[in-house]
């Protein structure tokens, strides 16, 4: 499980963490075990070098390429809609700069992530690997899910999807939940929370509007 305890970081990026949570608890985040990871999860890690001062705004944060380090309120968010236990298997896609699978990590998940930018993913391997985490990275599509580990208890899509990939609910467990932005442009998504109820039935709920870097590949925008 990913830990801090044999981090040494500065009392004042703690102190910053601890507000961010306060600021996430006010937004409506309500999930105790969802703001305690957050709040034990250094986010400067996965953060672009002298930005300290935006590391725990509540903002999105460019990481090259074009993509982005999500918003916290989004990560908390959309973690909270998986309904997380500990041990569960959970497929994320977008790896992007490693902080939301760390997130998930911190939950006592085992992760599975897939990022489609190599060089993000190098970077994230970097990261990740002097950490104690829970977490596997794979380079690749991930609209076309991870077929050789499924199924999983929860997949989360952190990209903005014109659809839902019939692959993910094909790779969730009974019960499984399926969290995806989905739009049907690429400037905006509604969020949308599948469970598989049986065999071949699920449950859509929609959630609110988000606004995600988009889902590209087989299953998702084409370039
Ligand atoms: N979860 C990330 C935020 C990711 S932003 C974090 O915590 O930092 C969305 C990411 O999805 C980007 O890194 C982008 O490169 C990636 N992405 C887009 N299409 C993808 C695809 N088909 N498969 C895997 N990753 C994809």
Redesign the pocket.
């Given at each position: 499980m990913f830990t801090t305890d044999n981090f040494n970081e500065e009392d004042r990026m703690r102190g910053q963490r601890t507000k961010l949570v306060v600021e996430l608890r006010k937004k409506g985040i309500s999930s105790e075990k969802v703001l305690e990871a957050i709040g034990k999860v250094p986010r400067q890690l996965?953060f672009p070098k002298d930005f300290e001062q935006f590391v725990y705004r509540d903002a999105a944060f460019p990481?090259g390429?074009g993509?982005?380090?999500?918003q916290p309120y989004t990560?908390a968010f959309q973690t909270e809609l998986l309904h997380i236990q500990k041990g569960d298997k959970i497929l994320?896609?977008?790896?992007?700069?490693?902080?939301?699978?760390a997130v998930l990590s911190a939950m006592g998940a085992n992760v599975y992530s897939?990022?489609?930018?190599k060089s993000?993913l190098v970077e994230a391997t970097k990261v990740l690997k002097n950490i104690d985490s829970n977490i596997k990275l794979f380079h690749?599509?991930?609209?076309l899910g991870l077929s050789s580990e499924a199924p999983f208890d929860a997949i989360l899509v952190?990209?903005g999807a014109p659809d839902v990939p019939e692959t993910y609910m094909q790779q969730l467990k009974i019960g499984g939940r399926l969290v995806i932005p989905v739009g049907q442009n690429r400037e905006s998504q509604q969020m949308l929370r599948v469970t598989r109820t049986s065999q071949t039935e699920f449950r859509t709920e929609v959630f609110g509007n988000f606004k995600?870097?988009?889902?590209?590949?087989a299953k998702?925008w084409k370039t």
């Open positions: 996965f990481i390429h993509q982005t380090i999500s990560v994320e896609i977008g790896t992007g700069s490693g902080y939301q699978a897939v990022e489609v930018v993000l690749g599509d991930g609209t952190t990209a995600f870097v988009p889902l590209l590949g998702g």
